[in-house]
């Protein structure tokens, strides 16, 4: 008979160095091997965690590499707001790219950590997101001001593929829908889905509010937003109709989809401290199930990449792992800091971790261990 499923947690301490302390986490990303950890920081600096032949899986045992992010030519770039906000692992594992405030990216060998390049673009970053549709060397980077730009990155100097001025604001969010063509939305209250080799839009929206992320149904063709309101939105991009479901209190924070293909099932968290789910083939616009245990506003969910569980966490540090199968509570846990946003949140690929960046100087781990590895179970 198979064991029994449990969660632990653990704090991995980070960089402790008095020269330069250590700030909030502002990104933590696996890598598509499991067995690589990077991690941003507000004090400029990514750290990557490897596994070792001697780690025995645990993340507090694995290697620690410093990436050196700023060398000593780029000094007259930096200022005080030089914060690495993003990372990104390419689809194969093979590059990690880590985006900053002052408008920079830098793409590092994940072999070495060595640093291969790094690039201007059009103003303050916000995102950046590699291609695993197809291409392992498009980078997608979306900038302050409404620019979202396509970098081509298989040589040493990186190629800019297309430049897409249609926002006419920030751009809060943006995702690759397939080896061509993207989505992103911005506080003008649009989202564009753009071709590379368009000048054109394919599709474009345009609202009063901001819209502050979208998430990509692969199985329906449509996009799940919100705009801080109290509606969940599903544009059906082939139909150009919007769904809208109701049931929040308050205004949404936090919305994310089951990655499957033929996942159905969209979660909304918000001010109302409540976690909704819904099956976006219903026709009924009524939340399926409702999750309380939060106290305070819910600002990041996640489901894990086998379905099988629903990570949540709010505005004061707490974060809880449900079971999708009959929606209960497995695990609860206090994390150090406050919690960011909606990307704080990220489970690796075999579902067995997931990692929560914070305001801390330390990383939050919630790893799934069967029974037999653990003598004894507290739970947080």
Known sequence: MASERAFVHKNVSCIEDDKYPCT?????????????????????????????SNSNNSIQEWDRNILTVYPQSLSSFLSSQAIIIQVDWN?????????????????????????????????????????????????LVSCENGTVEVWHLSEQTPLLVQNFVHHTSSVRDIKWLTKETFASCALDGSIFVCR????????????????????????????????????????????????????????????????????????????????????????????????????????????????????????????????????LSLFVHQCYGTILDTNSLQWNSKSTKLVVANQSNKIGIIECKSSDEMPLLKRE
């Open 91 to 139: 689809a194969d594992g093979s590059l990690l790219a880590a985006g900053d405030f002052n408008g920079l990216f830098f793409v590092f060998s994940a072999t070495n950590g060595n640093l291969l390049s790094f690039t201007n673009v059009s103003s303050k970053l916000t995102n950046i997101h590699w291609n695993r549709k197809g291409s392992h060397n498009l980078l």
């Open 196 to 327: 590379i080799g368009n000048e054109e839009t394919l599709y474009s929206l345009f609202t009063e509010h901001p819209i502050m992320s979208i998430r990509y149904s692969v199985k329906q063709d449509a996009l799940a937003f919100f705009s801080y309101d109290k509606n969940v939105k599903f544009w059906l991009l082939d139909q150009d109709y919007i769904r809208e479901w109701e049931g929040h209190s308050k205004g949404i924070y936090a919305i994310c989809l089951k990655e499957s293909d033929d996942s159905n099932l969209l979660a909304s968290g918000g001010a109302d401290q409540t976690v909704r789910i819904w099956n976006i083939d219903s026709s009924l616009c009524q939340s399926q199930q409702i999750l309380r245990g939060h106290e305070f506003l819910i600002v990041a969910l996640s489901f894990s990449q086998n379905g099988s569980y629903l990570a949540s966490a709010d505005s004061n540090g707490i974060v809880i792992v449900w079971s999708t199968e009959k929606w």
């Open 24 to 52: 909030e986490i502002t990104s933590c990303v696996f890598d598509p091997t499991c067995q690589r950890l990077a991690c941003a920081f507000g004090d400029h600096r990514v750290l990557i965690l490897s596994e070792n």
